[in-house]
């Protein structure tokens, strides 16, 4: 029987989790064939992603205030003004599903005080499901907390560590993501479900031929600052650059260069300001493997950078973390790992493209089971077991 589904992203600014966004609603569209879906978000945002969304995929479009004009130049952390600002969106998405019969709704994102504020009205939604998807709320909850008690209540750790209704669930982007929440909210563990991060079908590349006559291309995605490991990448191309290997940044500049650190390793610098994506793919594709330094050994939110590599086909060296290994536990290895700089050093010292090339069909074999695990059908079927009304 037809139902409604209803995904909402009230966190996203206009180009903000496009890719992302695209691929989930088309994934939700395979999962429930028959149901009206309707993509709730704020009007920049929605005019951004209707343009990636085709005719055939019969998606309706709601454009609803985001979160942030609803609290105004006031902040989320300050629940005087968070709670009533959360309470107004859900009356906003409610007018959306008034006489619907609703399936579920999905938030594409949801911060402490909206998760306080939705699961208690939720609750009345005896027949829906509510899937809260996490981006970077963990993440960003671990670097910082209020210490006004009041303020921490409401605060995305507290929140979660109240549990949710029966109806509800948060939904992680990432293999070993869990335990980590566990840890530290244990009463959230029953409401805890992970569906792999989709892989942005429209943007697959075939594997790039390895060429063993010249420098192995090395690209370092998205945010360049140091909380994505740029540093290190500016320092080991500065010290790797040469016959063997030529390094590039291929997303906006996020650093101070001071000390040590300059560009004089970069064959392409990071961008200014908003790299377009059309222009980050197309830098992509002349990329032979994606280097990741992430900088800390526990993984807090799922990793974009990670997807982008996936979808174009790039072989990874990367630090490793929980969800690195849990990958590579499920899927097979995709690319060179690694715990420390030295460790790091002394592969690079001895890789080479000969050996890439050795490497690449295990590699690009493995790169292709997480491709078909994470595409719009894959994701498709991870949402029907997770959707269960």
């Known amino acids: ?48 992603l209707k343009q990636f969304i085709e005719p055939e995929y019969e998606i309706s479009f709601k454009c609803i205030k985001d979160f942030q004009e609803q609290l105004g ?26 006489n619907k019969d609703v399936r579920n709704i999905s938030f594409l994102g949801a911060n402490g005080p909206l998760i306080s504020t939705f699961s208690k009205k939720g609750k009345a939604l005896r027949s829906s499901s509510i899937h809260y998807i996490q981006h970077n709320q963990l993440s960003t909850s671990m670097r910082w907390r209020s210490k006004n008690p009041f303020f921490k209540y409401f605060d995305y750790l ?37 569906i792999e991060h989709p892989v942005q079908e429209r943007e697959y590349m075939p594997p790039k031929p390895v060429d063993s006559e010249k420098p192995i291309n090395i690209a370092f995605l998205g945010n360049c600052g140091v909380g994505k490991g740029f540093d290190t990448f500016l320092r080991v191309a500065k010290k790797f650059s040469g016959d063997k290997y030529n390094f590039y940044a291929i997303g906006k500049n996020n650093i101070s260069l001071t000390g040590d650190l300059s560009f004089d390793g970069l064959k392409t610098l990071p961008a200014d300001g908003h790299l377009p994506r059309e222009d980050f793919v197309a830098l992509l594709a002349k990329i032979d493997m994606v280097f990741l330094p992430l900088p800390k050994t526990t993984s807090y939110v799922s990793s974009g950078s990670i997807i982008d590599a996936f979808a174009s086909s790039k072989p990874l060296i990367i630090s490793s973390n929980q969800s690195v290994r849990e990958i590579e536990r499920k899927y097979g290895e995709y690319g060179i790992t690694y715990s420390t700089l030295s460790e790091l050093e002394s592969i690079l010292i001895e890789f080479n493209a000969e050996k890439l090339e050795s490497k690449s069909k295990t590699w690009q074999e493995n790169i292709n089971k997480i491709r078909q695990a994470r595409s719009e059908s894959g994701i498709a079927k991870q949402l029907r077991d997770s959707i269960l009304v």
């Open 1 to 48: 029987m037809s139902r409604s589904i209803v995904i909402v992203d009230i966190l996203s600014h206009a180009n903000m989790h496009l890719p992302f966004n695209e691929g989930y609603i088309k994934s939700m569209r395979k999962a429930f064939p028959e149901d009206e879906i309707i993509f709730a978000g704020s009007k920049n945002h929605v005019g951004n």
């Open 158 to 194: 507290s929140v979660v560590g109240r549990g949710l209704p029966k109806n509800q669930r948060l939904i992680l982007l990432e293999l070993g993501l869990e335990q980590v929440l566990v840890d530290h909210a244990p009463k959230i563990e029953p409401c805890l479900e992970t």
């Open 73 to 98: 130049t006031k902040s989320y952390h300050n629940p005087f003004y968070a709670i009533p600002a959360s309470r107004r969106s859900w009356n906003e998405i409610m007018e959306i599903v008034d």
